[in-house]
Each structure stands twice: as structure tokens, then as C-alpha cells.
């Protein structure tokens, strides 16, 4: 196991798509150990959600690891170290909610998203076996955040209006500024 570089915004890695793994892949040592590297990666960095193209290797591969319990964002479900190899996301509501998000390739960052709220996850397992997840709130929000990395997106992308993106310090004083309709307020 290894600690790899997470790249950050500005390689032309993040911005591929990524290709798909044929199932022969899924066996090899190298899959198994990017897997491995992925997850110490992962947790040396403190994050909960890792894309393969965040390490610089772009394939559709990506794993998620959630302590669950109280967070910024309210109880989270837990969700053990799971890898999902070529997922597809279906929306299965378009009801939208937003999240200040962050990511381990744009360090220092956070950005209002919003995105759907109930989504239906497909992928296959290292195995080979297809499995499907249903998910709401915050757990929509998380994969389709790491999804995105594989078809070469950021969350950035996302952002409708770019007042909403700010240094992580200052995402305290930013939100006092805002006004009850939710627009920031202008100082001058």
C-alpha cells in the first residue's frame, strides 16, 4: 500500500473521461493494488470519497468511505469502504437539495451545489457482480460528487452562481453575510 498524489484542478487528467474496466481487469494485481493505494490515500487525506482520475489513473473506478454519525451536514449514514467499478447513476427524482461541497483536488475550497436527492447507483463490485444502492440526501450528493470525476467534471462545474464558491476559512463569515432571501449581501 502506498499513499498517492492527489492531483488537483488544472491537470488535464480531471477533466478526461474516463474509461470503462472490462472484467478481465478487475482480477489483475494492479487493480488490486490501486485499490489498496486508493483507500490509504483516501484516509491519510481525511475524505470520505476518492475517484481513480484523482490519483491520476483515468478509469471508472471509484471507492467511498463513510464513518457515518454527527457532521456539518447532520447525521450521516455510515457506509463501509466500498469500491464501485464502472457505476451509473440514475435520477430518480429531480427534487434538488444543496450542499457546501468540497474536494480533495481543489484543496482549500468549498462551493453551494445543488443537486438531486434521490438517485438509484449501479456498479460492479471487484468481482465482477453488479449491485444497485438506492440513495437520498447527502449520500446522493456524495456520489454523484465522485462520480462526476469519472466523466472528467468537478463540482465547480456545478455551481449556478460563483458568489457561492470561497476559501474554506472564510466559509463562516461568507454565510452571515447572507441576507434572509439568500443572496449575499453586498458591504461596502
Known amino acids: 500500500m ?29 487493480i488490486a493494488r490501486l485499490v489498496s493505494d486508493m483507500a490509504e490515500t483516501l484516509h491519510h487525506a ?17 471507492i467511498i468511505d463513510i464513518p457515518g454519525g ?4 447532520g447525521e450521516i449514514p455510515a457506509m463501509p469502504l466500498t469500491v464501485f467499478v464502472n457505476p451509473v447513476i440514475e435520477v430518480l427524482q429531480q427534487e434538488a437539495a444543496g450542499y457546501w461541497e468540497g474536494c480533495l483536488s481543489i484543496p482549500g ?25 438506492e440513495l437520498t440526501g447527502f449520500l446522493a450528493t456524495v456520489f454523484q460528487h465522485e462520480f462526476d470525476h469519472l466523466d472528467g467534471r468537478l463540482y465547480i462545474d456545478h455551481i449556478s452562481d460563483m458568489k457561492n464558491l470561497v476559501y474554506e476559512d472564510l466559509l463562516e463569515l461568507h454565510l452571515g453575510s447572507l441576507n434572509n432571501s439568500g ?6
Open 2 to 30: 502506498a499513499i498517492r498524489e492527489i492531483i488537483r484542478m488544472g491537470h488535464p487528467t480531471l477533466r478526461q473521461v474516463s474509461r470503462p474496466l472490462t472484467i478481465e481487469e478487475l482480477d489483475s494485481p494492479e
Open 46 to 62: 481525511g475524505g470520505i470519497g476518492l475517484a481513480a482520475p484523482q490519483v491520476n489513473e483515468p478509469i471508472r473506478l471509484a
Open 70 to 73: 454527527a457532521s456539518r451536514y
Open 109 to 133: 475550497l468549498r462551493g453551494f451545489v445543488e443537486r438531486p436527492q434521490h438517485i438509484s447507483v449501479s456498479a460492479l463490485d471487484l468481482s465482477g457482480k453488479r449491485f444497485q444502492l
Open 183 to 188: 443572496e449575499p449581501n453586498v458591504l461596502d
